[in-house]
Every structure is written in C-alpha cells, then in structure tokens.
C-alpha cells in the first residue's frame, strides 16, 4: 500500500484536481523579501508550485512516484483532510480491483 500511496499523491501532484489555493493572512508576515500586512489574500497557483524544478528537482514534469520519499518526512497531517480521504478512497478502489 506505501507504493500505491506514493503513486496517488504524485499522480494528485502533476494533475490537481484544484488549480488554486487561497489564504488570508491572520496577522503582518514576511514572506522572504516581502511584507504582507494582516488580512491579505494571498493566491498560489498549484500547478506551477508542483512543477517547480526547484523544488522538485529538473524532472519537476516527469511522472515519479519515489518522489513522495522525499515528503515523507512532512507526516500525513500535512495532507488536508479531503485529499487525505481521496487518497484513502482511492487506495481502497484499486486494492479491491
């Protein structure tokens, strides 16, 4: 179940079924260079966060489930609940199958 876990989440990370995340900051934050006073919105757009090659590594657009080793270390409460269910849900479809 780790592998097919591994490969769920990096499919959900090259095809998301969400394209943008909105927040609000609570109180004035400093995100690198910039200041972004309280009760800002602040929109990030996930296919470029999840194709970052910076991040990523240069193969950012190749499908790779050993990828998710690298996250491991981030824990399942990094997962919101909604994906945590899909990826549950999806698990238990494929292992029935």
Excluded: C
């Excluded at 910039?34 to 296919?47: C, F, H, N, Y």
């Excluded at 824990?75 to 269910?85: E, I, Q």
């Excluded at 549950?88 to 479809?93: A, G, P």
């Amino acid at each position: 179940m780790k592998v097919l876990k591994m490969v769920i989440q990096e499919v959900l990370r090259l095809y998301s079924g969400v394209a943008i995340l909105t927040r609000h900051t609570l109180k004035d934050v400093q995100l690198g260079d910039v200041s972004v006073p309280e009760g800002v919105g602040i929109w990030v757009w996930l296919p470029a966060l999840h194709q970052d090659s910076e991040f990523w590594g240069p193969d950012a657009a190749k499908f790779n489930p050993e990828r998710g080793l690298l996250i491991v270390f981030l824990g399942p409460a990094t997962l919101p609940v909604p994906t945590s269910r899909l990826v549950l849900e999806t698990e238990l479809v494929l292992a029935r199958a």
